[in-house]
């Protein structure tokens, strides 16, 4: 029985930010009870798609992603995670995240979604300084977001993360400190912080290629992360993936790691992509389109599994060969910054070592410093975590 991580995507935000180049869609409010139904319906045909002899399919975690997804009600967010649990077999202590927006959060509301079945919140923080969040286009303020993590702690959550942007255009070195200062003083379980990309046809991309904001710069950038990495080293926190850090082992986020360990995951919305068996695909991607192919029932999805039912119109789909699954599962392995490559995962998984496989790449990788590792394990330095790029290519035939 194949066990999944699930991901559903809400793609409604109220305003889109500067710098989103994400499937996410401002004022298509009266679209959301329709698609929230869509989604409900794909869940449910999913589960059975993927069950065998009578056993549901198992879910270890469940991510609502965005998008803003704290922009749903409680009730339509509960009737997601019912068909969750009714159409997949929920694995003991199943991680349930949900992306938030801080303006989107009240007492009643957080309160709602631990009675839902919520166990994690990730907050889209992204600064604590007013001036960059209105750069970036955010509809909170530094209030906004220390009020937001204040309620949710007391409304009973003990697993929150904070989500960082650092490389801001004309962003300097004191003021990503401050950030980080007032965001260690919150104590939240886990950290993701994320340089910030100026990617083609967002606002901010228009504003850097006419002049109006400068581009960010790579080397402050870099000095950012460096930062980051020993403040939050100090503070105790656990630096397990390239972006992100957790208080322990137990805290790390556990669906994530089933992406960076290169294993199943279903992903379920408007513009979702999966990989299950070989297979990497993609649901259409606007949210109107997402209704109105699902109510038709599309037969797209029969290139996946001719057998079954289709159960939403495919945007892309890819047969992913044992060559590129090899590359991609070292690529995303050495993201994680302890674990690593493991050679005897590695051979378990491709019949085949690590150092057989590509011992034409990682010795060169070593005399460059940009690895550390042994015949057991590989993974990247800290100086191989600023060039990661630079690293993943060289496993790419």
């Known amino acids: 029985m194949i066990e999944f991580a699930l991901y559903l995507h809400i793609p409604f935000c109220r305003k889109r930010c500067a710098y989103c180049d994400f499937n996410t869609y401002a004022g298509l409010e009266g679209l959301q009870a329709g698609y929230v139904e869509a989604l409900r319906k794909e869940i449910v045909l999913q589960g059975s798609r993927f069950a065998r002899d009578g056993h549901l399919p198992v879910a270890r975690t469940i991510f609502l992603g965005g998008g803003t997804p704290s922009t749903l009600s409680v009730s339509q967010i509960d009737s997601l995670l019912t068909a969750c649990t009714t159409s997949f077999a929920l694995a003991e202590n199943a991680e349930i995240t949900l992306e938030a927006n801080p303006s989107t959060l009240t007492s009643p509301f957080l309160m709602g979604l631990r009675d839902c079945g919520i166990k994690r919140l990730s907050l889209g923080v992204q600064s604590f300084d007013d001036g960059e969040l209105a750069l970036l286009g955010r509809i909170h303020n530094a209030a906004t977001a220390q009020r937001a993590f204040s309620l949710a702690r007391q409304a009973g959550f003990g697993n929150l993360n904070l989500d960082l942007i650092y490389g801001l255009p004309g962003q300097r070195l004191q003021t990503w400190q401050a950030t980080l200062q007032t965001a260690l003083s919150l104590q939240p379980e886990h950290f993701s912080l994320y340089a910030l990309g100026v990617e083609p046809g967002t606002p901010l991309h228009h504003d850097v290629a006419a002049g109006?904001?400068?581009?960010?710069?790579?080397?402050?950038?870099?000095?950012?992360?460096?930062?980051?990495?020993?403040?939050?080293?100090?503070?105790?926190?656990?630096?397990?993936e390239i972006s992100n850090w957790s208080r322990d082992a137990r805290l790390m986020s556990r669906h994530n790691l089933t992406y960076w360990h290169n294993e199943p995951y279903l992903g379920l919305g408007a513009g979702a992509h999966s990989w299950v068996s070989g297979i990497r695909f993609a649901n259409v991607r606007h949210p109107s389109e997402y209704v109105r192919s699902f109510a038709s029932a599309a037969p797209a999805e029969a290139a996946l599994s001719p057998s079954r039912s289709p159960a939403v119109q495919l945007d892309t789909v890819e047969h992913i060969s044992k060559e590129m699954e090899?590359?991609?599962?070292?690529?995303?392995g050495l993201r994680l910054v302890r674990e690593g490559v493991s050679d005897a995962r590695f051979k378990l998984r491709f019949g085949q070592s690590l150092w057989g496989r590509y011992g034409d790449v990682i010795p060169g990788l070593l005399d460059l410093g940009l690895l550390e590792g042994t015949a057991e394990r590989i993974r990247l330095t800290r100086r191989g975590r600023l060039l990661g790029n630079e690293v993943f290519q060289r496993f790419l035939r």
């Open 212 to 240: 109006r904001t400068p581009a960010p710069d790579p080397d402050v950038a870099a000095d950012m992360y460096e930062l980051a990495e020993d403040m939050l080293g100090e503070n105790g926190y656990r630096h397990y």
């Open 326 to 332: 090899m590359a991609e599962t070292v690529i995303l």
